[in-house]
């Protein structure tokens, strides 16, 4: 049908859903709704988000490598498969040490 998303109703693997580039970070919008996204990023290794709030709750699902977190300026590594959830209002940032891809899930409301 026209005009939908061609990511829906099928299994997509994340991990390939969006590639590395070289001294980039790289992101592909999956889903935006009013009640929230589905974004996913990959970072090469020296890269990264720098601080900053969000005014909804946020979860990282890092997908491949190990993500370097600082949540309200406390150090957090999450590795390939593990979730972390960032709170609204709480500053965070995120840097890749080594390159690393994520799916950033946020939930308006």
């Known amino acids: 049908m026209s005009g939908e998303n061609p990511l829906l109703a099928r299994p997509l693997a994340l991990a390939e859903g969006v590639e590395y580039s070289a001294g980039a970070v790289v992101s592909k919008t999956l889903l935006d709704k009013p009640a929230g996204t589905l974004t996913l990023f990959a970072f090469d290794a020296g890269q990264g988000l720098s601080e ?7 979860a990282v699902l890092v997908m491949d490598g190990e993500a370097e977190l600082a949540i309200g300026g406390k150090p957090l590594a999450a590795k390939a498969g593990e979730l972390v959830v960032m709170p609204a209002h709480v500053p965070h940032a995120v840097r890749a040490n080594r390159r690393f891809k994520m799916l950033l899930i946020m939930i308006r409301g």
Do not use: K, V
Not at 52 to 58: F, G, K, N, Q, V
């Open 52 to 58: 900053h709030t969000a005014p909804y709750d946020a």
